[in-house]
């Protein structure tokens, strides 16, 4: 019976280690690489291919699969580097790269570590290239030390597989006893422009405050003009119509002595007049009036009778 149960079970466990290393050789022989990936494939220890995202067919035991590279493109930052500058100043300056892995095969045999390498051969090129700048031209010619960076790194990470995209630089700090004569100078710099454009707000104010008065007072002058241009064309006009009236009209003696008495009260008018002019004219009117009225007047033996109404001195 123990006899019959020891080959039986004998055959279950090859049975058992066949399958298990089936599945290692199926498991090995297949490989999933993800999307933005690549695999570098070694064969005894050589170079054989570079795997593609997706399913991949290896030999199993003789092909090894190294670590698997980014192929999306990277941002690195390093840490500020100490640059001095052509005037002899020492800034930090803080720079961001862009790259990306186009060569998996060389980014992994011809560079030891890319990385490290992007890291130094870009602080050795910002040294070159800012050195040979004084501190302002650094602060001002951002661009241009971007773009001179980006070319030379290229330029030289181009046979280890990578390409850089950008450099960007962070930012480019000065000392602090310097930071602090910027400040100074671009305080006052900006108080000349202050008082530059309060001056000229001033003087535009000035201008315009003259110009609004010299057209104001052209503006009254040409009302003035023309209301006295119209004025005298009235009283032209109302002289006329009584010119015109009294000539249709043909006054008599007696209208005038009547026109005469009219304008006395307001010959008198006012406190200051205490003196009359009366014309000689007046006497002839008087004489109509009391004709008028059935008065006769008065002879040498006889005085007048008294006026009807209102003062009137005696004639001179």
Known sequence: MIEDIIPTAIGWALALVVFIFVVVVIAR??????QASAG???RLGRYRRTLMPGLNVLVPFIDRVRPLIDLREQVVSFPPQPVITEDNLVVSIDT???FQVTDPRAATYEINNYLGAVEQLTTTTLRNVVGGLNLEEALT??????QKLRIVLDEATGKWGIRVGRVELKAIDPPASIQDSMEKQMRAERDRRALIL??????QSAILTAEGARQAEILRAEGDKAAAVLRAEGEAQAIQTVF???????????????????MLPKISEGESNKLW???SEFTAALSGITNAFGVKPATPEQPAPPAPSG???PLA
């Open 198 to 203: 309060t001056a000229e707000g001033t003087k």
């Open 29 to 34: 022989s297949i490989r999933i690489i993800p």
């Open 96 to 98: 961001v790269i862009y």
């Open 40 to 42: 570098v494939v070694e």
């Open 141 to 146: 010619s951002r661009d241009e030390i971007n």
């Open 311 to 313: 003062r009137v001195p």
């Open 244 to 262: 015109h009236a009294i000539h249709v009209g043909d006054p008599d003696e007696k209208l005038l002595a009547y026109q005469y008495l009219q």
């Open 277 to 279: 002019i009366i014309p």
